[in-house]
């Protein structure tokens, strides 16, 4: 593919991204282009596209898809921002979802700002002094300081290649807005989704259950809705493992979990009876059937306190340990130096209620941590009859869904516009608090409706009370008062 038809390629897809109009005078962009031979002699040779507001040549502002191609070696594709720095797209370069986007476009041949409003630091030598890419190096120290996104492409004609060109189209296409109808975002997300959903691929019980095995106690966090409970339960079976399942409180103690005494109500005289906690009956069960495992689900694990209700069997969780000259007393006249190695520990963590317990260090360090993250539910895909609100009507459309079993469906395009809303304005942290896939599975419509009515839209509308997620309010805003006719701010 030469520079000139790569050009052609790009523009091309820009027009089924959206980027369409009659002439070069009309279209969302401005195409800028210096191939000419001398240029191409690592003397700053480039093309791509600037805000249409911007001149044909000379300084521009904002940020811009900028392409550094060579005659015989490889190209850069990047991100970049104007000389003249920022003129209407400073906001939009704070937005955690920009870089969230353009991350997942490079690869271990490219680099990724930290901020993408940092116009002040250069690209790390690390990444400029690449083989790959010495020979432009003159063209890559000129503009070092603005660009926050690059990535080496090898061979511009090769179909990798040009994946990686139309999804950096397709991801400035997405921070230009150019789409105007479905189709345009459908082929955005068809340019996308190989580089965004190797994330979703993995198939998380068959990782925990590695994890588990390996490690031996485990915590799985997240935010509500991920099904970690489930994934704990589900997890447990497929080792073929008995199940003890207790789950933590802010009430939990030490004599709850592992051992105490409670009165008999049963005796017409006051007298005590001993109480084995959920650890003591797990541990034993792994004591007395040595070639069976069993695993203890401890839910919701950081709503107790962890120092009162462990004590000084906290000691006993290393995986790795030996056998030590140090007993524990679980029990009276029942001590022991290590805990069985068929007995294993998932516990579920709740990520987004930020009145729990903080868990300390030593508890991290004995424990594995995975993360289950909101992820859409893959199924049959079918069409179901669903009111919707069009210019203020309500009228009767079919929308797509995923059956599930027992005669629920998942909600997609609900689901899908949480994630995007919370993908593009989410914090790091932020991420935490996103409803997960669960909160968008019903058996109708008119149950769906209720659960954003009387659960989503509450939730979403305390989270903003709080100052959280505040730059998606009216996004968030839109999304309730088209869905269900309700505003956030009345």
């Known amino acids: 593919m030469s520079i000139e038809n790569t050009i052609d390629f790009i523009e091309q897809k ?28 690592d003397n700053g040779a480039f093309f791509g596209f600037i805000a249409p507001e911007e001149e044909k040549s000379g300084p521009y502002h904002d940020f811009s898809l900028v392409i550094f191609p060579s005659i015989n070696g490889s190209w850069l594709v990047c991100l970049g921002i104007g000389s003249s720095g920022f003129k209407n797209d400073y906001e939009l370069a ?15 041949n490219g680099f990724c700002k930290s901020d993408f409003s940092d116009i002040e630091t250069s690209l790390p030598k690390s990444f400029t002094g690449i083989n790959e890419i010495i020979h432009i190096k003159n063209t890559i120290k000129t503009y070092t300081k603005v660009l926050p996104v690059c990535q080496i492409i090898t061979d511009s004609e090769s179909e990798e290649g040009k994946k990686v060109l139309q999804a950096f189209v397709a991801a400035y296409a997405k921070l230009r807005d150019w789409s105007t109808n479905q189709s345009h975002r459908n082929e955005i997300s068809k340019a996308l989704n190989p580089f965004l959903n190797e994330e979703s691929k993995k198939k998380d019980i068959q990782l925990i259950k590695n994890l588990l095995l390996e490690r031996r106690f485990v915590i799985l966090q997240g935010p509500p809705g991920t099904g970690k409970t489930r994934a ?21 103690t030490f004599s709850d979990f592992i051992y105490g005494i409670r009165p008999d109500l049963q005796n017409s005289q006051l007298r005590y009876i001993e109480k084995l906690g959920d650890f003591t009956k797990a541990l034993k069960k792994a004591i007395e059937n040595p070639n069976k495992k069993t695993v203890l689900i401890i839910d919701e694990i950081n709503r107790a306190n962890l120092s009162n209700v462990l004590g000084p069997i906290f000691y006993l969780f290393e995986p790795k340990m030996n056998n030590s000259n140090v007993e524990i007393e679980i029990s009276p006249d029942f001590k022991i130096n290590k805990l069985p190695d068929n007995l294993y520990v998932i516990a579920t963590m709740n990520t987004a209620d930020r009145s729990l317990a903080v868990v300390d260090f030593a508890l991290r360090r004995r424990f594995a941590w995975y993360d289950l993250k909101p992820k859409a539910i893959e199924g049959k895909a079918l069409k179901i009859k669903a009111i919707r609100l069009k210019n203020g009507e309500e009228r009767e459309e079919n929308v797509p869904v995923i059956q599930l079993e027992d005669n629920q469906y998942f909600f997609m395009e609900d689901f899908n516009q949480f994630e995007e809303i919370f993908n593009w304005y989410a914090t790091s942290n932020e991420l935490s608090l996103q409803p997960g896939q669960g909160y968008f599975i019903a058996a109708s419509d008119e149950e769906m409706m209720n659960r954003i009515m009387y659960e989503l839209f509450p939730l979403i509308k305390e989270y903003l009370n709080e100052g959280l997620i505040k730059n998606s309010k009216e996004e968030f805003n839109n999304y309730f008062s088209t869905r269900i006719n309700q505003s956030l701010f009345e």
Request: aromatic residues 10%.
């Open 94 to 108: 704070t937005f955690p979802g920009v870089r969230r986007l353009f991350s997942k476009l490079v690869d271990d």
């Open 232 to 252: 704990a339960k589900i997890t447990s079976d497929n080792l073929n493992a008995t199940t003890v399942f207790t789950q933590f409180h802010a009430e939990t």
């Open 14 to 41: 820009a027009a089924e991204f959206g980027a369409k109009g009659d002439s070069e005078f009309n279209k969302p962009y401005v195409l800028r282009k210096n191939i000419s031979e001398d240029a191409l002699k």
